[in-house]
């Protein structure tokens, strides 16, 4: 078994917190295929973001939803981490526990998705109208 690191105080424990931020990233990025797929998604719609010729606002909201995207799959590896040292086993908890998750995921993309498709109607409607 793992032993607990020793607890941290003030700017050290900001400090080590940063750390175990940046480990967690790490760690998707090399083993969740889903989030490097996202991550990737997310790198090319940031570039389009760029050059769109949309308001400040609007850019913000689909950099919003994009970044969602990223913050539930983080949270959805979560729980599947938690579910599979908990219940190695098949359980029907598990299975709904990890199903709910991966529903968080499909709402965020969703959302995301419905975000952009109605920026690019009104990019094209702005462009059609006389």
Known sequence: MDKKPPAQQGFARIWAAFGYSLNGLRFAVKTETAFRQE??????????????????????????ANTLVLIVELINSAIESIVDLASPEYHHLAKRAKDLGSAAVFVSLFLASFLWLFTVFICLYENVRP
Do not use: E
């Open 39 to 64: 991550v990737m998604l997310f790198t090319l719609l940031l570039v389009i973001l760029l050059f769109l010729p949309i308001s400040t606002a609007l850019k913000c909201i689909l950099l919003f």
